[in-house]
């Protein structure tokens, strides 16, 4: 079952326009990850954000972590095209092995 | 080398068929991941190996096998496959489980007929 939930499920945007996207997830979490997949190919890591953390940044990616209501939120400054992609957070457990990552949102942004 | 490289990137199959997906990383990661995508759907994780013993089985069916021949190879077993397997398999390495950022191979996308 999925433990991360993004929203929006999709967002279109004009280049130069910033992009935020919303995960929410249900229990306690060791770290938080968003990852991005270009149509039909692998998953890219972005960035991962650890519980004891509020805010982090990578280039144009400006991830939060608020622990008490269970959410994250990536934003992605001055878009380009290039950034057209579905955007899935992906939780880690305490004592789990494994990711579990949310539905995903689909971006598009147009030249 | 940060390359998780899959084989072969596009495969077709019969039902009745027997064929193997291969995926390979050389980051010395001891954990190896596979996952099947459905379109429009997030990664569905079916196997997790670390140091190169089956740690996690996701109840996935017989009709896939997985096997882990030395630490940077995994390849994925596949015998009377039904046409809802169709799909894109994902491979994934980390340094360890559970909290480490994986990376991903470009995928084999499998159709069944």
């Known amino acids: 079952s999925q433990q991360g939930e993004e929203d929006p499920q999709a967002l279109s945007i004009q280049e130069g326009e910033n992009a935020t996207m919303n995960c929410s997830y249900k229990?306690?979490?060791?770290?938080l990850q968003w990852y991005r997949q270009n149509s039909g190919r692998g998953l890219v890591h972005l960035i991962l954000i650890r519980s004891n953390e509020r805010e982090k940044h990578s280039g144009r990616l400006r991830v939060t972590l608020d622990t008490s209501k269970k959410s994250s939120s990536l934003l992605i400054t001055a878009s380009r095209a290039a950034d057209t992609a579905s955007y899935f957070c992906a939780t880690a457990m305490g004592g789990s092995e494994k990711l579990v990552f949310g539905k995903g949102t689909k971006l598009t942004v147009n030249p | 080398d940060t390359e998780v490289t899959q084989t072969p990137k596009h495969l077709v199959m019969g039902m009745t068929n027997k064929k193997s997906l291969k995926c390979e990383q050389h980051m010395g990661h001891r954990a190896m991941y596979w996952y099947k995508q459905k379109a429009k759907k997030p990664p569905e994780l079916m196997f997790v190996?670390?140091?190169?013993?089956?740690?996690i089985n996701e109840s996935v069916p017989s009709r896939f096998s997985p096997e882990c021949p030395n630490s940077s190879l995994l390849n994925l077993h596949l015998h009377a496959l039904q046409p809802e397997d169709s799909a894109l398999y994902l491979c994934?390495?980390?340094?360890?489980?559970?909290?480490?950022?994986?990376?991903f191979g470009p995928g084999t996308r499998l159709t069944v007929t």
């Open positions: 229990t306690s979490i060791n770290n």
């Open positions: 994934a390495s980390s340094t360890g489980v559970g909290s480490y950022e994986q990376y």
């Open positions: 190996y670390s140091y190169e013993k089956l740690s």
